[in-house]
């Protein structure tokens, strides 16, 4: 009976976990999300399993985070198997935007970096912690991030993909986290290992609408970068494929066949795309 708690469940790539996750024969399927509510109506609405729960939980609120934890806790019996830590953010203000794009606005800029590390860094590492107790209980002992190819250095250095710099800063330092835990957590059995999800058609990615001219102009060069990095890359995929190659490297990773620590992409190596 393998147990997972997905965060970011309301909708997305979360919801698309707990889809899948679900249909897993005896899982319990837990999603975090910050309107209960909402997700429990759309999770029966759209899903419509008795096996998907939905605790309430805001990556930036520590204390709701320890009540989702215990919350969990109640319905798995105090273990868990999988830890999906896919709630995010990508800044609307600064996803199209370059660093120096934003050097006119310094406090803005300062608000918009601590914010994305506030949600995509240190908001996952209290989730990590929160829930270790839990993990160390259950059977598959797996702590999976969702990251993005934005935080893959070489891609940046080689291909000039100079635009999200808040969010790629806040995805490194997540990667970098994950290594630490890794280092500190390999003995125990317990993977940590960052993914990228691919380029994928949400509610938070790539919407053109509303951008100013030179957000578009920025827009335009990546899609050029992208088009050099990946000339087979045919745009944005579902997040129906992206969660199903996803959770075929999920399901087979493990600290022994060398998966613990890394960052990889929904292949399961270092092709972004
Ligand atoms: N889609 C892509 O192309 C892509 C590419 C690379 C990486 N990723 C990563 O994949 C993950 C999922 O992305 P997505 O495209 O599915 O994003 P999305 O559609 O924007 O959904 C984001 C999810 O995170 C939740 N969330 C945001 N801030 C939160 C907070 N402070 N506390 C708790 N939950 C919060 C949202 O909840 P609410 O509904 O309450 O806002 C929502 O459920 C993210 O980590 C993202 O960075 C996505």
Redesign the pocket.
Known sequence: MPSYLV?????????EFLRQLSAVPGAVVIG????KAATEKKVSAEIGRPNVHVVH????DYESLKKAAEDTAKITGGSLDYLIA?????SRYSAFKTLYDLADDPKALEEDLLTSYK??TI?QIHLFNLFLPLIKKGEAKKIVA?????ADYDLIRDFGIVIAGP?TLS?TALNFAIAKYHGEFKNEGILFMSI???????????DPEGLSERELENLGKVGQQFANYAPHFKG?IT?EE?VRLMLDIINRATVENGYGGTFVSQFGNKQWL
């Open positions: 965060t970011g469940a309301s909708r997305g790539l979360g919801f975090l999300a910050r309107d939980g805001e990556l930036t896919n709630g995010g953010i990508v949600i995509n908001g969702l990251s993005s190819g934005h969010y995805k990228s999800p691919g380029v994928v058609e949400t509610s938070g990615h790539n944005a997040p992206s």
